[in-house]
């Protein structure tokens, strides 16, 4: 079965300051991951996919196998950023399965 | 280009009406889903179609039914609407190639169920 865990409900923290948004995965098989992020009246969007290893907004993520893990990276915080933020999985041929989420709220 | 299109955007029911909520997607994309989101669950299936003419349940698929109309219009239904049904629908769209691809979403709908 395919599980996304996200820890955090809500992550605070302050402009400039890193962030690391949580993802850990349960899969049996290989998987591939995606961040999504939701902006405050807008739609659903792709932030980035794992397989495409670049980098969005400056926000960095990289699939750890070992870890199962899938973690969200910004070494510079911006008020922008403060937004829904989805961590997905999607096994071969399967729909995508979201984590519950966690709210980023960056702090001026 | 519109991308995912759902109508209504809000939407206030008594228990027990019955609704279609509406999706359409102008990408030429296969693939389609309608998913709900819940305060502190994230984001759940509840169905899918892989390719028009096919239709499989998801992770929450009970008290609704679907309906991939053609390539470009996958619907939604309740027939006896419920106040465990209130919540955010959103309706999603991927490209052909895989059934994995990146989802495009609509705007979604704001159901209450009273």
């Known amino acids: 079965a395919q599980r996304v865990t996200q820890p955090e409900k809500l992550l605070s923290v302050f402009k400039g300051a890193p962030v690391e948004l949580k993802c850990n995965y349960s899969?049996?098989?290989?998987?591939?991951l995606f961040w999504y992020v939701q902006y405050s009246r807008q739609r659903l969007q792709l932030l980035l996919r794992h397989i495409s290893r670049e980098s969005i907004k400056g926000f960095t993520a990289d699939l750890n196998k070992g870890e199962t893990s899938f973690h969200l990276k910004k070494p510079f915080a911006q008020e922008e950023d403060s937004a829904m933020y989805y961590c997905?999985?999607?096994?071969?041929?399967?729909?995508?399965?979201f984590g519950k989420g966690t709210r980023l709220s960056v702090i001026a | 280009n519109a991308g995912v299109t759902q109508t209504p955007k809000f939407q206030v029911l008594k228990t027990g009406q019955s609704m279609t909520l509406q999706c359409a997607q102008d990408m030429n994309h296969n693939s389609m889903y309608w998913y709900r989101q819940d305060p502190g669950m994230g984001l759940r299936l509840i169905y899918y179609?892989?390719?028009?003419?096919?239709?499989d349940k998801g992770e929450v698929p009970n008290g609704y039914n679907v309906s991939r109309l053609n390539k470009r219009e996958f619907s939604l239904r309740l027939e006896s609407a419920a106040p465990s049904q209130t919540s955010v629908y959103f309706c999603a769209s991927s490209s052909q190639d895989r059934i994995n691809s990146p989802l495009h979403f609509g705007n979604g709908t704001r159901l209450t169920v009273t």
């Open positions: 899969y049996s098989g290989s998987p591939e």
């Open positions: 179609s892989a390719s028009e003419g096919t239709t």
């Open positions: 997905a999985l999607s096994g071969r041929d399967t729909p995508l399965v």
